[in-house]
């Protein structure tokens, strides 16, 4: 297969990325995820739309002053404001477009396919006058008759665009399609092409590949594959697939800082992760069947065609209902968790006894069932001796909070959002000095109905070492059930460590 020398990357996480329903980075977030974009080594950044707002004229602005490596884009559409808009940011690199099928002429646009193309010759003319390098997309351009779509692509080469941009705007096309209309526009076109796939339809990743495979040299990613309804095409999916599947070695990405960006962006937008997503879910490197594990152990290549190490993540023994008897004595030797035979049979069955239950059997738990079958969850170092909170419209959430911590009396009193916040964070500064502890999860679930319900408390904390347990409790008083389940987890991670 004849790859392109070179394959360019322009990472769209911060235009199209922010497209996706909710998502809206604030300027110093931009310039974040662009800082670390530029780390990892993409070719350009495509920073928002300047004409949209003046937090994006001042993001574009920003970004481009940081003097990164990777060319900084902003979006316009074929507009002299939107085009004045991205000078007046400074930028150097535009990106243009104008939808081209007869859907957008007929109902978006209201325009004839001349003044479209007109348009567009004017747009790309008016930016290269200004001394800008110009990427021109015909949007929509899977869905625009062929004959038409060559005609604006080489009426904008003729008008000076350094780059031609091919969105599959609504996801339409499958990948023996894109390999045919990229094979035909580089039948017609000199200058470089370029693929901005969608996912409407899970294609996007497969598409932008078979684009580059036709003949495409530059790609449009977003990370986790953010953007537009069902998203883009993800740019840790592409890079690895480009690298392993294809062997291709000439993109210089720094791989081992994609599971990291990743989870930052993540972070940032509110959107979480798929478990199963590739390369950066939590189960992309998690093995639970004894079958797979064993030869994980054995040798990692027989179940991982792709190597944690490589994309920053790390390799995961699961424990559940296919669990074998080597999971979990890797898992119990990972933890320096030492047991007897018949402990690791009372643990084994535990486990395999939950699993049939349906429950995957976190890190946390293993160590909470080790725990209390070595008999040490029964110390608890941690007690409460009093509460007090008082609620209302009128008075801030206050609790009064006494804990007996190894023996010493400690009291402590904290306004929160509500009686079970303030709770909360009375424990955690009454531990601080003692243990310093997150809580990662707390989740709670009436499990009867009525105003006397009983309600189900279920926290996860962790501590600075990374030690992680969980806690539970069922009470008819909300806050006592919490500061139970706290206590529980608090006292467990002590336990282990
Ligand atoms: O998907 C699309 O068509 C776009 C354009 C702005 C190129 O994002
Ligand atoms: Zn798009």
């Known amino acids: 297969m004849k790859l392109p020398k070179s394959v360019n990357i322009l990472d769209t996480t911060l235009r199209d990325g922010e497209q996706a329903p909710g998502v809206v980075f604030t300027v110093d977030e931009k310039i974040q995820i662009a800082q670390r974009l530029d780390k990892i080594g993409v070719n350009s950044i495509e920073v928002g739309?300047?004409?949209?707002?003046d937090a994006e004229k001042v993001s574009a602005r920003v970004i481009k002053d940081l003097g990164l490596n990777a060319n900084i884009y902003g979006l316009s559409r074929v507009l002299k404001e939107d085009i004045d808009?991205?000078?007046?940011?400074?930028?150097?690199?535009?990106?243009?477009?104008?939808?081209?099928?007869?859907?957008?002429?007929?109902?978006?646009?209201k325009m004839s396919k001349e003044e479209i193309l007109e348009k567009a010759v004017y747009a790309i003319e008016y930016g290269k006058d200004h001394g800008i390098s110009v990427e021109f997309s015909a949007e929509d351009a899977t869905r625009t008759e062929e004959d038409y779509l060559m005609d604006v692509y080489k009426a904008a080469e003729s008008a000076g665009a350094n780059i031609l941009n091919v969105p599959d705007t609504v996801g339409i096309l499958f990948p023996s399609a894109i390999k045919e209309l990229i094979t035909k526009i580089k039948e017609n076109i000199k200058i470089p092409i370029s693929i901005h796939c969608h996912n409407d339809f899970g294609l996007a990743v497969a598409n932008s590949l078979m684009a580059i495979e036709s003949g495409a040299s530059q790609v449009h990613l977003t990370i986790n594959g953010i953007g537009e309804r069902a998203g883009n095409a993800s740019l840790e999916e592409f890079v690895v697939a480009l690298n392993i599947a294809y062997g291709y070695e000439n993109l210089k990405i720094d791989t081992t800082q994609l599971f990291n960006l990743s989870e930052f962006v993540s972070k940032l937008t509110g959107i979480k992760?798929?478990?199963?997503?590739?390369?950066?879910?939590?189960?992309?490197?998690a093995h639970e069947s004894g079958i797979h594990v064993h030869g994980v152990l054995e040798n990692t290549a027989t179940y991982e065609p792709i190597s944690p190490e490589m994309v920053g993540h790390t390799r995961k023994i699961a424990l559940g209902k296919h669990t074998g008897a080597n999971s979990l004595k890797s898992k119990l030797n990972e933890y320096n968790i030492e047991v007897d035979q018949k402990q690791f049979n009372q643990i084994y069955n535990q486990i395999k006894t939950l699993g049939d239950k349906g429950k995957t059997i976190t890190d946390a738990d293993l160590k909470a069932i080790a725990i209390t079958t070595l008999g040490k969850a029964n110390k608890e170092s941690i007690k409460l001796l009093g509460l007090t909170v008082i609620s209302g419209d009128t008075v801030s959430a206050t609790a009064t909070v006494k804990l007996s911590i190894d023996g010493k009396v400690e009291e402590r009193?904290?306004?929160?959002?509500?009686?079970?916040?303030?709770?909360?964070?009375?424990?955690?500064?009454?531990?601080?000095?003692?243990?310093d502890v997150d809580l990662e999860e707390y989740n709670i679930d009436a499990i009867t109905g009525g105003t006397d319900a009983l309600a189900e408390v279920f926290v996860i904390t962790s501590d600075s070492e990374g030690n992680k347990a969980t806690g539970r409790s069922t009470q008819e008083d909300v806050i006592l059930a919490s500061v139970d389940a706290i206590l529980n987890s608090i006292n467990k991670i002590i336990a282990i460590k």
Do not use: C, Q
Not at 49 to 53: C, I, K, L, N
Not at 273 to 285: D, E, L, M
């Open 49 to 53: 739309f300047p004409r949209v707002s």
């Open 85 to 109: 808009a991205l000078i007046d940011s400074d930028l150097s690199y535009m990106h243009t477009f104008i939808g081209t099928s007869k859907l957008h002429r007929d109902y978006k646009l």
């Open 273 to 285: 992760i798929p478990i199963n997503k590739p390369i950066v879910g939590g189960n992309a490197f």
């Open 413 to 435: 009193s904290e306004i929160g959002v509500g009686p079970v916040d303030a709770t909360l964070k009375a424990i955690s500064k009454l531990v601080k000095g003692y243990i």
